[in-house]
Every structure is written in structure tokens, then in C-alpha cells.
């Protein structure tokens, strides 16, 4: 499963504005929803119960949250770099500035556990995330995550 294969162009955002977790979950899920013309309350609602188990936060200023979503037939994501770092409860402290949301249909099983494992790899990768930091726009950033080999310094 590559990463392109979870992202859209329109659900990568370089300079995410927000204040709050909350505030991060619910617009990006928002966003999300719109896109896919699905029900945004309840894709926050299933992102908060998740958060509620232990943060997604996973450390070095990334977040990794994700949900299973009633009605989808495939796994999506929506990737943002936010313009000022946000306190997600992360397991290191470290406030969050790169956050990978991922929703999958509720009976994904082990698609949605490789899913996660492939953006894990990805996001650990800290030269990969320095580079992630150091853009703006939207396009550049869509094209880095989904290559990120073919951006290397």
C-alpha cells in the first residue's frame, strides 16, 4: 500500500492554521468529510473515542490519529503541516506540527493495521519530516509525502 494511495491532493494541507488538538481533529476531520461526502460529527466523534483510548500522538512532533468510519469502502487520509505546533498529549511531550489523520471502513482489519504501519515508517523518518516542515504549499507537500525518495535533499 503506498501513500498515495490514502491521499488526495485537495486533503493536504502546508500551512494548517489551529489553535488546539480539538481544534486539529475537528477541522481536519471536517474537511475530510466534506470531501467525502460523508457525516463530519461522526467522523470526529469516532476520532475522539479513539484519542480517548491513548493519544496518537506517537512522539517527535507527530500524530498519527485514526478512526473507523461506518460507510466507507476504502482507506483515506488527510495530511497537514501545522503553521504552529499544538500540545496533542504526545508520548514524548512534543508538541505536534505533523499530523496524518486515517480513516478506514470498519471491518478493514489488517489493511487498516498496514495502513498505519506504512505512514509510521514514513513519519519516523526525520529527515523526511524536516523537509515535510520546510514547505508552505500544498502541492509541494502532497508531492513529497507521496514520494518522498524523489525529494531528498
Known amino acids: 500500500m503506498d501513500i498515495e ?24 476531520s471536517r474537511r475530510w468529510a466534506v470531501a467525502k461526502s460523508m457525516d463530519e460529527r461522526a467522523a470526529f466523534e469516532k476520532l475522539l473515542d479513539r484519542e480517548r483510548l491513548g493519544s496518537t500522538g506517537v512522539g517527535k512532533g507527530v500524530a498519527i490519529p485514526h478512526a473507523r468510519i461506518e460507510g466507507i469502502d476504502t482507506i483515506t487520509g488527510v495530511f497537514a503541516r501545522l503553521a504552529t505546533p499544538v500540545d496533542f498529549d504526545a508520548v514524548d511531550d512534543v508538541p505536534v506540527d505533523l499530523v496524518f489523520m486515517l480513516f478506514a471502513p470498519e471491518d478493514a482489519g489488517a489493511d487498516h493495521l498496514k495502513a498505519l504501519a506504512r505512514i509510521s515508517r514514513l513519519l519516523r523518518d526525520t529527515t523526511i519530516c524536516d523537509r515535510f516542515r520546510q514547505t508552505s504549499d500544498n502541492a509541494a507537500l502532497y ?10 535533499a
Open 5 to 28: 494511495d490514502l491521499l488526495a491532493t485537495d486533503l493536504v494541507f502546508a500551512d494548517f492554521k489551529a489553535s488546539s488538538k480539538k481544534q486539529v481533529l475537528q477541522t481536519l
Open 143 to 152: 508531492a513529497m509525502v507521496v514520494q518522498p525518495a524523489s525529494h531528498a
